[in-house]
T-cell receptor, first 113, second 117 residues
Framework: AQSVAQPEDQVNVAEGNPLTVKCTYS??????LFWYVQYPNRGLQFLLK??????LVKGSYGFEAEFNKSQTSFHLKKPSALVSDSALYFC???????????FGQGTTLQVKP | GAVVSQHPSWVICKSGTSVKIECRSL??????MFWYRQFPKQSLMLMAT?????????EQGVEKDKFLINHASLTLSTLTVTSAHPEDSSFYIC?????????????FGPGTRLTVL
């Protein structure tokens, strides 16, 4: 069965510092991995995805994520956090032949000035 | 980019009434749409897959008779919460893949906040 785990309910970081939001996954076969961001009372916005190719994926708003097959991880990173990055972040996985996205429980990112 | 809209953005209803939520793909056609439910500060739970021209596929534990889904056209899917109760209060989000078979590019609606009194 597919699953996604985001071990941290909340991540706090000071503005200007690097940030990491962790994600690990479990899926049969090659995973398709995604990060989405959600602002209060809004739908999800796509940040980036890993399908194949380079393990380091660059996405929107300066975010990037590194796919690590041996550790089954896909951590979201940003070199310098902004207060406006404060939001709820979701990691998601889709199996090779599946249509459905399975979401992690979400991590609230709080960036303080 | 592709846009998915939902209507209404929020709704308050009395217990026992039915509420219809619309999900529209504004600039592309979607033969498949997905309906999610999200509780406060929790993850998205997939409720069902809406299929144009055929019955919806419901996830385990989701009541088909309570959450009626109709994929009326290539740009519209509706979710009707029948005989709503306070425990149905939640944030409902739909999504649609940009192209049939390309489930890696899914666009999400802004969500509908349902409050049942």
């Amino acid at each position: 069965a597919q699953s996604v785990a985001q071990p941290e309910d909340q991540v706090n970081v000071a503005e200007g510092n690097p940030l990491t939001v962790k994600c690990t996954y479990s899926v049969s076969g090659n995973p398709y991995l995604f990060w989405y961001v959600q602002y209060p009372n809004r739908g999800l916005q796509f940040l980036l995805k890993y399908i194949t190719g380079d393990n380091l994926v660059k996405g929107s708003y300066g975010f990037e994520a590194e796919f690590n097959k041996s550790q089954t991880s896909f951590h979201l990173k940003k070199p310098s956090a902004l207060v406006s990055d404060s939001a709820l972040y979701f990691c998601a996985v889709r199996a090779l032949r599946g249509r459905k996205l399975i979401f992690g429980q979400g991590t609230t990112l709080q960036v303080k000035p | 980019g592709a846009v998915v809209s939902q209507h209404p953005s929020w709704v308050i209803c009395k217990s026992g009434t039915s509420v219809k939520i619309e999900c529209r793909s504004l600039d592309f056609q979607a033969t498949t749409m997905f309906w999610y439910r999200q509780f406060p500060k929790q993850s998205l739970m997939l409720m069902a897959t809406s299929n144009e021209g055929s019955k919806a596929t419901y996830e385990q534990g989701v009541e088909k008779d309570k959450f009626l889904i109709n994929h009326a056209s290539l740009t519209l899917s509706t979710l009707t919460v029948t005989s709503a109760h306070p425990e149905d209060s939640s944030f409902y989000i739909c999504s649609a893949p940009l192209r049939e078979g390309s489930y890696n590019e899914q666009f999400f609606g802004p969500g509908t906040r349902l409050t049942v009194l």
